[in-house]
């Protein structure tokens, strides 16, 4: 392993010599040059790869947000029609313990994370209806 990474360090600092001769006027900070260059090469390296991942149809919701995120697009609004996009945190009231679903009676005592988007009351899963983005429309 330390031959390996030995070999990518001794890549870096040629590629490094390389494209400083290539582009003497290109600007990194006068203490990190080396630093800023390797990172930048392997975020251009990694880049298509995360892009094309993001695309695979099954891939988990947390993972396609930490792409979202990396990629520098709105987690949030990833493959949504307007119409079914989700509430910002602001709109939603959040406390410290989940609520109570507000139609259903005290005695039940069913607590949920789900609001309503229009009114935005606390409901359970008995009183929501799940339309999927293309009903939805």
Known sequence: MVMFYNILDIGSIAAWVV??????????????KR???QLS??????MPGIERRRKTPRSP???????DL??????LA?????SAQPLSASAIPRASK??????????????TSVFC??????????HSVVVCSVCGI
Do not use: N, W
Request: hydrophobic share 25%; glycine share 4%; net charge positive.
């Open 19 to 32: 494209y400083s001769t290539k582009y003497p006027t290109e600007q990194f900070s006068k203490t990190d």
């Open 35 to 37: 630093r800023e260059f």
């Open 41 to 46: 090469i392997s975020k251009d390296l990694i």
């Open 61 to 67: 919701k947390q993972l396609t947000c930490a792409m």
């Open 70 to 75: 990396f990629l520098g697009h709105d987690p």
């Open 78 to 82: 990833a493959d949504l029609p307007e």
């Open 98 to 111: 989940r609520p109570r679903c507000a139609r259903c009676p005290g005695r039940l005592d069913r607590k």
């Open 117 to 126: 988007s229009k009114c935005k009351v606390p409901v359970c899963k008995e």
